[in-house]
């Protein structure tokens, strides 16, 4: 019996052992044997299970995320839930884990790290409000002062990521008064240099980044750094303290693509710092030999490009532009930029109009819509399309009369002297082309014996480069015309016809007079009825008669207004603005547009107070009773201005809230322009958004929030706007 006791009591002993242990670690006791247990459970278990799959999700994003050094490189990489969707089931996994810490080890001292890796996985999954709330909650409740200082430095990040730039600098300005670690020191300086560098504060930012560097170790990610301070010194003008940057990331373990965007920056920075020397031989040559750099090339060309506009080698930067262009390899982005830089040129230097609109459009139709151009641009293409349409009326009306205005004699003369011309043209390029198609079907039968897959080598992706389709539609519509699809549309036995209505952009050569029908083959030849045909055929358009000549005035009129316009208001060039306003007043002195223009020269000369006043004293005593009178009246007098405004105001709503939408905004759209500047602007414009809504349909409604966003970044009213901007894009994607 003994035996059997004793043998009972060595069975159970391990058991009650095993129970009085698992009671005495309690997750909510206190005693050092169960703080022990938990920490060493908490740690090595769920909470290094969690770690990894955060170190592992975060080394995909990071490989994943496509740099773009045509931008401003953020000095943090941004934490974006798009990019996070490929670790997703890693990221949830982590938070799965670190719940574990929270649930199940109380006393851990890792439950505050567990809460900040969990408020960081949702935070990347897009969960802000949930991310956040675990990141407070660590502040309020933490029991480590590092873990608690780390939570708020993740916490500044978020809100920056939100730009929410107060409450990010609310929350900097807590930590700097901190003692805080070395790797939280780090971090925090790092975190504000990112704050200041996405608000726009460079000098700030790498002020902060020359006290960071020295806690740095030498890794890509402080040479992708050190790249950052060096754009930021370059957009603040010290490029020899961007170049000091430049050399150092190639002293940091950098990749390829930094290594050579690093050194090609640099090389950029030195022709800005020696004018005297020369684009092609400061290095760029060696890059370009160099067989590794060959699908960079382009950007090679790109900036090559900058250069020869900086030094005002305007050819020499359209073809170094050309050349990015054609050098392209998948790399559609770098593609975009190079045709931006081309539209921006051919507007600016060359005053192309046409080529400029066809590469805004090239540009537009391979810019990714997520990318920060992309607004502007699509900004800048609708008010050039608008632009070259009133352009070529003012171009061609105007030709068209300097040749009613010639003697008959010489006016049939200048006719028959066109017509030679574009024939002599067309034969030398019809003979061009032929010989280049002989020399292209050779080289192809040597190359690929007539194989279809090698014939056309490089040619045939010229079908793809938009900027060549834009300029082949021009290029065609210039010769031929708007043609209908249909057969036989070459063939010089069919009517002779004009191929552009007056009203068509591009329906007229530089002389005004409109394409004539296809030629013939061999070319027209002087006094037979071909030629004659066609004379009179370019001779139709010219305004002989009166009542031609006084319709051709009212187009160049309308279309003279119209971009004296779209320069003050699209494409905010001033001076442009007062020259085709003051042309009209000089062309057409009894316009029925006289007191708008002595308005609109009125805001133009913003920074000419003298002829400010001159437009305001002349609209004043020649119009005193109209409207734009009382508009100049309202934004010179600011004391009336703001007396008045609320008053307004409350006028206007009360029409809104009676269902009275036109007239409020018609009231609105007429008394807008005499609160600009003023502190109640953006409030009369937000009222202008909802009256669009009611009275010009989704479509308007959605452009009028975009205006405002552009013209009002600052407004108060902002995030309401953004909120009914996803609102009614949710909306016309269901419809």
């Given at each position: ?35 022990t ?37 953020p000095?943090?990489?941004p934490?974006d ?21 929270a ?10 790290n ?25 502040y ?34 807590y ?6 670690g ?15 560098q ?21 890794s890509?990610?402080t ?7 060096a ?19 190639n ?11 690093s ?12 004018p ?22 382009d950007?090679?060309?790109f ?13 020499e930067?359209v ?22 830089q ?23 139709a ?13 900004d800048?293409?609708r ?6 349409t009133?352009y ?8 068209l009369?300097?040749?009613a ?25 019809e003979?061009?082309?032929?010989k280049?198609q002989?020399?292209?079907q050779?080289?192809s ?24 389709v ?19 549309w ?23 007079v ?8 061999n070319?027209?030849q ?5 030629w ?9 358009d ?6 031609a000549?006084a319709?051709?005035?009212?187009k ?5 207004y ?5 320069y ?19 062309e057409?002195?009894?316009t ?32 005193p ?7 100049v ?16 105001y ?34 009369f414009?937000?009222?202008r ?20 966003m ?24 269901k419809?």
């Open positions: 019996m003994t035996d059997r006791f004793t043998s009972h009591i060595r069975r159970t002993l391990p058991l009650l052992a095993m129970m009085i242990v698992v009671a005495a670690c309690s997750q909510y006791s206190s005693r050092p044997g169960a703080i247990f938990h920490n060493v459970a908490a740690r090595y278990n769920a909470y290094f299970m969690a770690e990894q799959d955060m170190a592992e999700a975060e080394f995909e994003m990071k490989k994943a995320y496509k740099e773009n050094y045509n931008q401003l490189l000095i943090l990489l934490m839930s798009v990019l996070a969707q490929s670790v997703k089931p890693k990221l949830q996994d982590a938070i799965k884990k670190a719940s574990i810490v649930e199940k080890h109380q006393n851990s001292k890792w439950i505050d567990s809460y900040i890796l969990l408020g960081k996985s949702r935070l990347y999954l897009g969960q802000w409000a949930d991310g956040l709330e675990a990141l407070r909650y660590v309020a409740n933490g029991r480590d002062e590092d873990d608690k200082n780390n939570a708020l430095i993740l916490l500044m990040r978020a809100y920056i990521e939100h730009k929410d730039y107060s409450n990010a600098l609310g929350v900097a300005e930590l700097s008064q901190q003692p805080l070395k790797a939280s020191q780090r971090d925090f300086y790092l975190t504000k240099a990112y704050l200041h996405q608000n726009g504060e460079y000098l700030t930012s790498v002020a902060i980044l020359e006290e960071t560097f020295p806690l740095l170790k030498k890509t990610e040479a992708r750094i050190h790249f950052a301070a754009q930021m010194y370059d957009r603040l003008g010290q490029y020899a303290l961007a170049n000091r940057h430049y050399k150092s990331v002293r940091n373990k950098p990749n390829y693509d930094l290594g050579f965007y050194a090609m920056n640099s090389l950029q920075n030195e022709v800005v710092l020696n005297q020397r020369d684009v092609s031989n400061v290095g760029f040559d060696k890059m370009l030999r160099d067989r590794k750099n060959d699908d960079l090339k950007r090679v060309y900036t090559m490009g900058l250069l020869a506009e900086h030094k005002k080698h305007i050819p930067a073809s170094y532009l050309q050349q990015a262009a054609a050098a392209s390899k998948g790399n559609m982005q770098q593609k975009a930029y190079t045709y931006l081309l539209a921006r040129i051919e507007y600016e230097s060359l005053e192309n109009f046409e080529m400029s609109k066809a590469y805004y459009d090239s540009a537009l391979i810019l990714p819509q997520e990318a920060p151009e992309y607004r502007l641009v699509a800048r293409k008010a050039l399309d608008n632009f070259v009133q070529t009326v003012v171009s061609t009306e105007d030709s009369q300097r040749l205005k010639m003697n008959p004699a010489a006016l049939d003369n200048k006719i028959d002297a066109i017509i030679e011309a574009r024939e002599k043209k067309r034969l030398e390029e003979e061009k082309a032929r280049a002989i020399a292209a050779n080289a039968l040597q190359q690929g014996g007539g194989n279809p897959l090698v014939t056309g080598g490089e040619r045939r992706f010229e079908l793809f480069d938009p900027a060549l834009n300029k082949g539609k021009i290029d065609f519509k210039r010769t031929w015309g708007n043609r209908p699809l249909e057969d036989d070459r063939r010089s036995s069919r009517p002779m016809r004009s191929l552009a209505g007056n009203n068509a952009p591009g329906g007229a050569d530089s002389t005004g409109a394409q004539a029908a296809a030629p013939e083959p070319g027209l002087k006094g037979t009825p071909q004659d045909q066609v004379h009179a055929l370019l001779k139709k010219i305004p002989l008669a009166d009542t000549f319709a051709s005035d009212r160049k009129e309308e279309a003279l119209n971009l004296g316009k779209i003050r208001f699209d494409l905010k060039e001033s001076h442009r603005a007062i020259a085709a306003f003051e042309r009209v007043l000089s057409y002195p009894k029925q547009y006289k007191d708008e223009i002595y308005y609109l020269l009125f805001l133009s000369n913003e920074e000419n107070t003298a002829q400010k006043e001159s437009w305001k004293s002349k609209l004043l005593s020649e119009y009773t109209s409207t734009y009178a009382r508009l009246n309202k934004t010179t007098d600011t004391g009336g201005t703001s007396g008045n405004a609320t008053k307004e409350e006028a206007m709503y009360k029409l809104y809230a009676d269902g009275n939408y036109t007239k409020a905004l018609e009231d609105i759209e007429k008394n807008l322009p005499s609160y600009k500047g003023s502190s109640m602007e953006d409030k414009a937000l009222l958004v909802f009256l669009i809504g009611k009275v010009r349909g989704k479509e308007a409604y959605g452009q009028a929030i975009t205006e405002f552009r013209l009002y970044p600052t407004s108060i009213y902002l995030p309401r706007l953004k909120e009914m901007q996803e609102f009614n894009s949710l909306s016309m994607g419809r």
